[in-house]
């Protein structure tokens, strides 16, 4: 018997019965999980007590406590690459310890965290200045794990923004760093070069074109560049004074790594003491993480509805819909985070996963998928488990009343996919329209909604630093009790390499330097076509 079969027993039992019908007056609060003022509400899954401690089952059996307890430890448990894992350290507290090959890595932590905080202050007020005077842009280019994070939270903490206006750049696409470009004053932009390796083409290619476009206008543009990565050999190489170039280790993933120097945009944006708070909100999850029970521990539970929807029930696919707006980009964000984390076919011992992987992470904004791909949510013949975000209150008191609506329209849609809409209720509105026999059939079989469609609710006081960095790290430890009950190393991303190494060795058939020899044949054509 395999950790499996219970719980997919329980889904065969129970998989025709409706949600609804589990409610009773106590079934709301059972179901739903808080810490420290955020709510998790997952009672509207067809998740049970008998199947919630099946999960609990499978997450002890699997091992989630004992592999937690050796990643915050600062066991080397990322073992296809022989790191540590450690971005929980990046927003430990003054009072944490933690050894990596017997050394306390926190001391170095909290020196270029205070580093970046001193160079954030500078820019911010002017102490530190462009050719032009006092920086009024600031430009990361990076990509992937170096781009998302800071681009997502800048845009979600654009109330608490009040240095400058700070842009991100991340295709290789010309069309992405010329528009950015376009209209800012290279005499007062700050370049923030953001890449672990330094060596990511996309990074490397906007790098150099962005220091091209500063030499038209200054005489120094290295003298207006910063470098955030861990290889600071090639930063030296690239002429990035060390005093600007603010480093982290190996064991930081980049798709983990906002938390620290990567995090530099934002701190100019928002000011060292928000990014504070920033890493206050991914401490107290982090606390909560560690110390509640697993039942009433919420990134457990959000991972093992996650598990249930898509190992057990099937679902291949889930959507995160953020109801707020300044959310936009976390969509995006969690597709790397998810995705290039446990998009695995095989377990850490090498063999055959004995499921599916994790699942396709996608969304947009609520209520703008409303008007777009809502229509398949509700009628298609796929069930999506839907992920709704919520604030109790904005940021615009005077515009209170959008607000209502926005949460509204969150709980409507939940309840509509709880609910939906049956035949004869379908039948009962066109009748009063005055609609009658085989006409009336027709439309209404158009009209019904099935309902019975599972969604959660994660819901928060209002959208701040200290949120936004307990959102985050509640979905960063989602991502890992996932990872630890599939048997996967969330932490490598062997799948970027192959296209990666492709990319390079077609770029000079692009240019007609070498010929399509050994490609297939539909590469070829397109290379034919393409080269004009
Ligand atoms: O920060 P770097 O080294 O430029 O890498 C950028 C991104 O590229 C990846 O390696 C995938 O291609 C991501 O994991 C990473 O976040």
């Not at 490397?204 to 091209?212: I, L, S, V």
Request: with cysteine.
């Amino acid at each position: 018997m395999s950790k499996w079969s219970d719980l997919q027993r329980l889904h065969e039992v129970k998989k025709g019965r409706h949600i609804l019908d589990l409610f009773d007056e106590s079934r709301a609060g059972e179901f739903s999980v808080t810490a420290d003022g955020m709510l998790f509400d997952y009672s509207k899954t067809n998740i049970d007590g008998e199947t919630r401690a099946a999960l609990l089952r499978l997450a002890e059996v699997s091992g989630v406590a004992e592999k937690r307890a050796a990643m915050f430890s600062g066991a080397k448990i990322n073992d296809t690459e022989g790191r540590a894992v450690l971005h929980v350290a990046l927003r430990a507290g003054e009072e944490a310890r933690i050894e990596v090959d017997g050394k306390d890595v926190l001391p170095e932590v909290r020196r270029i965290r205070a580093a970046c905080a001193a160079f954030a202050r500078d820019v911010r007020s002017g102490a530190f200045r462009g050719a032009g005077g006092r920086i009024t842009d600031v430009v990361n280019i990076g990509i992937g794990g170096s781009d998302l994070g800071p681009a997502m939270a800048c845009l979600a903490l654009a109330p608490y923004a009040d240095g400058p206006r700070c842009h991100f750049v991340s295709n290789v696409d010309g069309a992405h760093i010329h528009d950015v470009l376009q209209g800012l004053d290279p005499t007062t932009t700050l370049v923030i070069v953001a890449s672990k390796t330094f060596t990511t083409i996309e990074t490397m290619t906007n790098a150099d074109t962005a220091k091209r476009w500063m030499a038209a206008k200054v005489a120094n543009p290295a003298a207006q560049f910063a470098a955030v990565s861990t290889a600071g050999d090639r930063t030296a190489a690239y002429g990035i004074d060390p005093a600007r170039v603010f480093g982290f280790e190996d064991w930081v993933g980049g798709r983990y790594s906002m938390w620290g120097p990567i995090g530099l945009s934002l701190m100019i944006a928002i000011g060292p003491e928000a990014f504070d708070q920033f890493l206050a909100g991914g401490r107290a999850m982090d606390r909560h993480f560690l110390t509640a029970p697993f039942a009433a521990n919420m990134p457990v539970m959000l991972a093992l509805v996650g598990v249930w929807h898509n190992q057990i029930c099937g679902h291949a696919t889930r959507a995160v819909l953020p109801y707020d707006q300044r959310l936009a980009r976390l969509p995006a964000y969690l597709q790397q985070l998810e995705m290039e984390s446990n998009g695995k076919r095989v377990a850490i011992d090498g063999s055959d996963l004995e499921t599916h992987s994790g699942p396709v992470v996608w969304g947009e904004p609520g209520t703008n998928g409303q008007h777009a791909f809502y229509q398949l949510i509700h009628q298609g013949t796929r069930v999506v488990p839907c992920e709704f975000l919520v604030a109790r209150k904005g940021h615009e008191p005077d515009l209170a009343h959008q607000h209502l609506l926005l949460v509204a329209n969150c709980l409507a849609q939940a309840e509509a996919l709880l609910r939906g809409r049956s035949l004869q209720e379908a039948r009962a509105i066109l009748a009063k329209k005055g609609l009658t026999g085989a006409e009336l059939e027709r439309q209404a079989r158009h009209r019904v909604f099935p309902g019975n469609r599972p969604s959660t609710v994660l819901a928060y006081e209002q959208l701040t630093p200290f949120t936004l960095g307990q959102i985050i790290a509640l979905y960063e430890h989602r991502v890992f009790v996932e990872g630890v009950i599939l048997g996967i190393n969330s932490f490598d991303q062997w799948g970027v390499e192959l296209g990666k190494e492709l990319a390079l060795a077609l770029q000079p058939v692009l240019e007609g330097r070498a010929d399509t020899g050994g490609k297939d044949g539909s590469t070829a054509a397109l290379v034919a076509f393409l080269r004009g």
